[in-house]
């Protein structure tokens, strides 16, 4: 699976921006999509993330009500809209993918997601 992240940029607190994932090479019915973000001087933390086929949605307690994760199926593509942005968001995100498993939470880790994108950079301003 290859992976393109695009749409980052630099917004205001309070803001809003959408990131998109396009996704080529595999159909994506067996996968969870996700969005991670590492920060300056920090470790690559879990956002968001979506089973493709089923379109169960993941958050982060940080970003609970304020990121919602999505995907177009024909395109592809997964999306992060991201509102009320705080100068915490800042970070590059980066979009991955990884075989979809049982359990709880496995989606927050790193090592089950075997693609990543190049990542793309969000700077919210205060």
């Known amino acids: 699976v290859q992976l393109q992240a695009s749409g980052g940029g630099l917004v205001q607190a309070g803001g809003s921006l959408r990131l998109s994932c396009a996704a080529s090479g595999r159909t994506l019915s067996s996968y969870v999509m996700g969005w991670f973000r590492q920060a300056p001087g920090k470790e690559r933390e879990f956002v968001a993330a979506i089973r493709w086929r089923r379109g169960i949605e993941y958050y982060a307690d940080s970003v609970k009500g304020r990121f919602t994760i999505s995907r177009a199926n024909a395109e592809n593509t997964m999306y992060l809209q991201m509102n009320s942005l705080k100068p915490e968001d800042t970070a590059v995100y980066y979009c991955?993918?990884?075989?979809?498993?049982?359990?709880?939470?496995?989606?927050?880790?790193?090592?089950?997601?075997?693609?990543w994108g190049q990542g793309a950079l969000v700077t919210v301003s205060s």
């Open positions: 991955a993918a990884g075989l979809a498993q049982s359990g709880s939470y496995y989606y927050t880790w790193r090592a089950i997601y075997g693609y």
